[in-house]
T-cell receptor, first 111, second 113 residues
């Protein structure tokens, strides 16, 4: 079945450093969504990418969708303590309405 | 402005007991999902529904049953709980399925002893 892997699993950064998480799918995705989950909370939608090679920005966050639509990345510039949490990518299994989540990257920001 | 509401928030079961988790959404969403979250394994899809009266299996459906008798409610049942079902369960809903964001409830933390 479809698998969605994320690396790294954990990342500790000093406040002000940059951070990137990578998402890789075993199959081509029609779109990809990114979510953030704060400690003790629930996942919250950040963004959706649909087109091959698409790049979207939200303030300090930059999202990319790979040309082959099998991978994606989230880059945070100059991390802040409010960025702490786990970041998940999620993509639909082809031909179904199943959204399969990646394994997540847990970010810790040290002040 | 409730969104997606899950009950209960916490529950402890003994092996072999049964229970039902309730998910209710007030956004008139067609699609609803049940996920479980375990450390290091992300969110895994248990069952989902694309509309009232429909259900379908996700990645890890064994040991669970679901029902969607009303559009706003999606029930997850455990007929005979096992320790392997200890997890945090999240319900989510979306308006248009693949082209809409998932809105999550606050989760139910279930422990099976």
């Amino acid at each position: 079945g479809q698998q969605v892997m994320q690396i790294p699993q954990y990342q500790h950064v000093q406040e002000g450093e940059d951070f990137t998480t990578y998402c890789n799918s075993s199959t081509t995705l029609s779109n990809i969504q990114w979510y953030k989950q704060r400690p003790g909370g629930h996942p919250v939608f950040l963004i959706q990418l649909v087109k091959s090679g698409e790049v979207k920005k939200q303030k300090r966050l930059t999202f990319q969708f790979g040309e082959a639509k099998k991978n994606s990345s989230l880059h945070i510039t100059a991390t802040q303590t409010t960025d702490v949490g786990t970041y998940f990518c999620a993509g639909p299994t082809s031909g179904t309405y199943k959204y399969i989540f990646g394994t997540g990257t847990r970010l810790k920001v040290l002040a | 402005n409730a969104g997606v509401t899950q009950t209960p928030k916490f529950r402890v079961l003994k092996t072999g007991q049964s229970m039902t988790l309730l998910c209710a959404q007030d956004m008139n969403h067609e699609y609803m999902y049940w996920y479980r979250q375990d450390p290091g394994m992300g969110l895994r899809l248990i069952h989902y529904s694309v509309g009232e009266g429909t259900t379908a299996k996700g990645e890890v459906p064994d040991g669970y049953n679901v029902s969607r008798l009303k559009k706003q409610n999606f029930l997850l049942g455990l007929e005979s709980a096992a320790p392997s079902q200890t997890s945090v369960y999240f319900c989510a809903s979306s308006y248009l399925g693949l082209d809409s964001p998932l809105h999550f409830g606050n989760g139910t933390r279930l422990t099976v002893t």
